[in-house]
């Protein structure tokens, strides 16, 4: 480390040398640096660095100053105020003022650092006696680990930790266990530790006090259900996750905390025990991830009122916050500001936010503050809260993910009512009114998923671009009719969960997803009579269908995955009908997917028709008690084998070799 020091005092005060005036014209005298500095004690010299109007002297933790000289080099005519010669405390840190020949001035501002006594290995604490022999060794810096009172003693057990009391710095994990059991624990001189864990801190500790601790590079972790005393009034910064577990105090404080590389967790220790009201936070400006607060029933103050950028926040179980204020902050960047489980929270304030990754409104707020919210990376939630328009959000310009509406009181939805708002990634309508009974989503910009469920999905009609990416999603299994469709001729997916009484017509030729019939009810007639293509999986419960006595799709040619028929209800459909499909990408399957299905297995289908399938992994049937004509399959036989043809539980069930044979109907 020496010769690196040195050879950077040799490089730096090269550029410096350089830089001072040399040339043979007239003196001008305006450079005034200092170009090297050394404290020298009889044989013993300490160069310093000089960087950015900095002296910095490095001495070993021992080595005595006492009479110590310095030795300086300026450029030409530069004088130095105070006079390093007159100078004995080279101990206190103070500013040199260095004027050049034309009385322009440069501060330098010196400071002294000892280096630590510095030892590497792992240190394991569990007697008295080990911790009085830690004190002679006059250690300040473990490069390792430390732990205390992590096993038992009996014979010698922990009774002060004087012993540790020079300690500075622990370079990896700082352990106190469960067998320390004093009253407090107080480590006054500890500056830095790379990760912090008192996990499983002993009931007989009330007090924790680590006043100098300014950082933790790691996971800091400090839990006690006893714990009413913490002072680390010093600690400004860690650096990864901070776990705080203590349920008997009723006042959580760390003022001096500016940031939080990782997630925050202040929450109870044992169950429904937690005693915090306040938690104060007064200089913290950044946390990585969330802020997490669990199971605090009686929290009712949380005071952030510098926070600027966050990952996210998070509350479940805080019974009696009624407020979450952050008034600075600006950023959330990559979780959800949402709770659970808190009935009296009524207020979310956050004026100043203008950015945010994902918000989730619950049904007990009241009051809303965003005023200066533009953008919306994910998710807009409102859900069951009371909420005429969408005001409070009057500079929102984007909500990249999906905007859902969930059963928001008073609120009526159009495109118009959006103000500001012109971009959105999806869209999420329950059981919402729908202006006008239509939604236009040509000119909506709209790419990602659009779902219409509960009576939002009972309006009269929906118009889509030609092409649409995302997929729409109409839930509503009670619902007796569908809305009519128009456009769309090409959909990313495409899933119905209705039950209609009237026959559908959809005018769709290509899904680049899958498409997913979930129920499609008691219509005369359910037909896709223009699709061509579908890229994904292809799932049809026709046992839904309970009157249509065919489900035909003329036109498909090609699916991307798996084909699947869910069949049962004895008495419809009679038929399955594909006569254009060449090619499936997975396996194809037509039988009961479920044990109700089973019990009730359906009898009516007698043929099933794949006429130009040539091209697929599997073919499975089973439970279709009327089926004993396979002709339908003809075209496949010579593209399959034995491995990938099973029929079961049929009325026919021809095994491969009589397909091969051209047995394909029961004698």
Known sequence: MKNKINLLCVAFFSLLLAGCEKENNDFVGSDNYITSFKLVNGEQEWPAIIADNNITVTVPAGADLSGAAVVLETCEHVAVSPDPASITDWEASRDFTAVSYNQTQRTYHYSLVRTEADTKGDFVLNTQASVDAFATMGIETIDGNLSVGTETSEDDPITNLDGLQNLKNVRYILTIGEYCTLPEIKLEN??????????????????????????????????????????????????????????????????ALVSIGGELQIQQLNNNQAQVQKISLGALQTIGKRLYLYSLRQLVELDVPALKIVGGIYLEDCREFTELSCPALEETTSYSIDFKRCSQLTSYKFPTLKKAWSIICNSSLTSLDFSSLTTVTSDLTLTSMTLSDLGVFGKLETVGGILSLDGVKELTFSFDKLGTLKNIGGLGLNNIPVDGGELD????????????????????????????????????????????????????G??????????????????????????????????????????????????????????????????????????????????????????????????????????????AITSLDFGKLTSVNSVTVDNLKGLKDFSGFTALVPYIDATRWNVTECAYNPKYSDLKNGDFTKP
Request: contains cysteine.
């Open 441 to 492: 989503f040509t000119q909506s910009g709209i790419t990602g998923d659009i779902t219409l469920s509960g009576s939002s999905m009972l309006i009269d009609k929906i118009i889509g671009p030609d092409r649409f990416e995302g997929t729409l999603n109409l839930n509503n299994s009670s619902a007796t009719k569908l809305p009519v469709i128009e456009g769309f001729r090409v959909m990313g």
């Open 494 to 603: 495409l899933t119905i969960n209705a039950n209609p009484s009237d026959a559908v017509s959809l005018p769709v030729e290509e899904i680049l997803g899958d498409l997913t019939l979930t129920k499609m009810g008691g219509c005369p007639s359910f037909e896709m009579p223009n699709l061509k293509r579908v890229g994904g999986e292809f799932e049809a419960v026709i046992t839904t269908l309970t009157k249509a006595t065919s489900f035909t799709l003329p036109a498909l040619e090609t699916i991307g995955g798996n084909m699947t028929f869910a069949t049962g209800r004895p008495g419809t459909p009679q038929s399955i009908g594909m006569p254009a499909l060449t090619a499936v990408g997975g396996n194809l399957f037509v039988g009961p997917t479920s044990t109700i299905a089973l019990l009730k297995p359906n009898t």
């Open 190 to 255: 500890l500056q830095r530790t790379g990760a912090l864990r008192l996990s499983s801190l002993a009931d007989e500790v009330q007090s924790l006090s680590l006043p100098a601790l300014e950082a933790v590079s790691m996971n800091a972790e400090i839990c006690s259900g006893e714990l009413t005393s913490l002072d680390l009034a010093g600690l400004s910064r860690v650096d990864g996750d901070f776990i705080l577990k203590a349920d008997k105090m009723e006042e959580i404080s760390l003022s």
